[in-house]
C-alpha cells in the first residue's frame, strides 16, 4: 500500500463514525472477522449480490447483523481521491479493525498490507465457516483450526466480544436456563430484556460494554457470558479454560496475545490461483 494518507485518513472516519456511534467500533470489528472466515481476508463480505453470486451479507451469520458498510465506503471514497486504486477494501478493514479497537481503550498493532480485494463471494462458505453463537468448544476450534489458527487464537480472538451487542435470537438457550447453571440474576435479566421481542440487543460485556478490556473474561467467571459460545470457554478442556482465567488475571497478557492471534488471522489468504484485484468500490468488482 503506497498511500501515505490512508492510515490517517481512515483513523480520521473510524473516529468520526465511533463518536457518532459508539456501537460501530464493534460492528468495524466484526466485519473483519467474517470477512477473513470466508475465503481468506479479500473483503468478499463486502459485495452486494449479482446476477452471477449472491454474496454473504445475506448469510445466516451476516444478514440483519453485519453493519458499517456504509462507514467502509465513505473511506474507499476519499482514498480513492487521494490514491486511486491503491489501498485495497480488505486492508480497510484490516485497518478500521485496529483503529476500533485503539478508539475503544485497546491496543494497538502494526496492520500488515498489501491484500487483494475478491471479485466474487459466497453465501454458502459463509454459512458453513463462520461459527455460530451456539458452538459448542469442539466446534470453535475446529472452525479455527481449518483455517491454522489454533485453539489459543480462538480463546483470544473470542475476547472481542468485550464490545458490541448481539439479538436475544442468539442466545436463547442461556435464557432458557440449559447451560452451565450459574449466573440466576444474570440469565433473569437477560429473560427480562427478551421478553419482548427476539430482536432486542444485550450488550456482550454487561459490565463495560463500550470498552475493550478483559472484563469479557471476568464475565465468564461469573458465568455472565452472553452467547452460549462465549460461556462454554470457561469449561472447555485442555488450555481454553486455563487461558480463560489467565486472560481474566492479566490485561496486558490478553492485550498481547489478542494482537498476535488479529494479526495471523489477517494473513489468511485467499484460495490457491484467485485472482483479486483493488476495487474502486468495495461494494462491486471494477
Avoid at 454473504?56 to 467502509?72: H, I, Q
Avoid at 479493525?97 to 459463509?126: F, H, I, M, N, Y
Avoid at 439479538?167 to 435479566?189: A, N, Y
Wanted: glycine share 8%; net charge negative; proline share 4%.
Amino acid at each position: 500500500m503506497t498511500c501515505p494518507q490512508a492510515e490517517d485518513i481512515i483513523f480520521s472516519r473510524v473516529e468520526q463514525a465511533v463518536a457518532a456511534d459508539p456501537r460501530m467500533a464493534a460492528s468495524l470489528l466484526r466485519l473483519h472477522f467474517h470477512d477473513c472466515f470466508v475465503n481468506g481476508c479479500d473483503a468478499s463480505v463486502l459485495l452486494d449480490d449479482t446476477a452471477t453470486f449472491v454474496g454473504e451479507k445475506t448469510a445466516g451469520p451476516n444478514l440483519n447483523s453485519l453493519r458499517g458498510f456504509d462507514v467502509v465506503e465513505s473511506i474507499k471514497s476519499e482514498l480513492e481521491e487521494a490514491c486511486p486504486q491503491t489501498v485495497s477494501c480488505a486492508d480497510i478493514l484490516a485497518i478500521v479493525a485496529r483503529d476500533s479497537v485503539v478508539l475503544s481503550g485497546g491496543p494497538t498493532w502494526q496492520v500488515e498490507v498489501g491484500r487483494k480485494d475478491s471479485r466474487s463471494a459466497s453465501r454458502q462458505a459463509a454459512n458453513n465457516n463462520i461459527p455460530a453463537p451456539t458452538s459448542d468448544v469442539a466446534t470453535l476450534i475446529q472452525k479455527f483450526q481449518n483455517l491454522g489458527l489454533s485453539t489459543k487464537d480462538m480463546v483470544a480472538l473470542s475476547g472481542a466480544h468485550t464490545i458490541g451487542k448481539a439479538r436475544c435470537s442468539s442466545f436463547t438457550s442461556r435464557i432458557g436456563g440449559s447451560g452451565d447453571g450459574g449466573g440466576s440474576e444474570f440469565l433473569q435479566s437477560l429473560q427480562q430484556l427478551c421478553s419482548g421481542s427476539n430482536a432486542t440487543l444485550a450488550h456482550l460485556d454487561i459490565a463495560t460494554p463500550a470498552t475493550f478490556d478483559n472484563q469479557y473474561y471476568i464475565n465468564l467467571l461469573s458465568s455472565e457470558g452472553l452467547l452460549p459460545s462465549d460461556q462454554v470457554l470457561l469449561t472447555g478442556s485442555g488450555d481454553v479454560g486455563s487461558l480463560v482465567e489467565a486472560y481474566a488475571m492479566d490485561e496486558m497478557l490478553f492485550f498481547g496475545d489478542f494482537t498476535v492471534s488479529i494479526v495471523r488471522m489477517g494473513r489468511l489468504a485467499p484460495p490457491a490461483g484467485v485472482v483479486g484485484e483493488v476495487r474502486r468500490s468495495c461494494r462491486v468488482v471494477n
